[in-house]
């Protein structure tokens, strides 16, 4: 039997209290040790956020690109002419051009002034023949035909798209008026002719068209509006017509004058405004008259 003197006892004590120490100490260093932060290498830190943005990149663009996608699939105008100038009586286009139409969109032509629906799709809703859609199949102009344009025509017409919201293009037309456009006939000398019986008298006729770029067709002359070549009975009448690009002449010339004469004389072109004057003709007592009646009134004092 083993006796446990006070020493041993001491001893095991001690080293019962150095084992309970050393464990404490061991303790402290694993907590410690789990305290410590975890540090990441800048190189690290940027792949992972590289890695981040280029998959919220990819997340973010297949979005643009969707939204993108859509955009392209909305109907949407062509700049075209805005302004579109005409002369009365002409021919008028007003254009239109819509891309991205598809099949779920109409293009449709509206008339502002009186909110008039001229045209749906390929359809006309105007009983005016003079309107006309131009468009084929598959093609992104839908051109507006007008033929003989009128003054009363000029003002905005609007190409509608029937989307949402719905989108239009104006096209404002201007009509320029007949008298500025057409070959116009001016007879030279005064309005108003005296001549006596017996005498010669030679009309000229000039004809502008500087808006033509060709010579107007012909040039007639008409006395109390019936033409002169009508009158084979009375004789001694010639016209002359000498024609050019801008400027046409013509004359017409009487001779051995009666009083059946007497009238109104017209130079009218096939096309625009004519010109007219008085003839009157007087017997011999009548000139004679007249002559006199001039010679007074001259030298007659006025108050």
Known sequence: MTTITPI???????????????????????????????????????????????????????????????????????QTASNVTAFEGQTVYLPCRVHNLADRYQVSWMRSRDLHILSFASIMYISDRRFKLQHLNGSDAWTLQLDRVRKSDAGRYECQVNSEPKIMYAVQLAVKGFESTAPVAAILGPRELRLA???????????????????????????????LTFQSERGGINVETVANTAQTLSEATLANLGKQDSGKYTCRPNEGKADSVLLYVQDAHEATEAARARITDRYTPHA
């Open 8 to 78: 041993t006892r001491r001893i095991a004590i001690c080293n019962r209290y150095s084992l309970l120490l050393l464990l404490v100490l061991l303790g402290s260093l694993v907590v410690v040790a789990s305290a410590q932060p975890h540090y990441v290498s800048l190189e690290d830190r940027a792949k992972s956020i590289s890695s981040s943005s280029s998959g919220a990149g990819e997340a973010g663009g297949g979005g643009n690109k969707n939204a993108h996608e859509n955009r392209e699939q909305l109907p949407v105008f062509e």
């Open 197 to 227: 019986a017996g005498s010669t008298i030679s009309f000229k006729c000039i004809v502008t068209s500087p808006y033509l770029t060709r010579p107007i067709k012909a040039v007639q002359w008409l006395k109390d509006n019936r033409l």
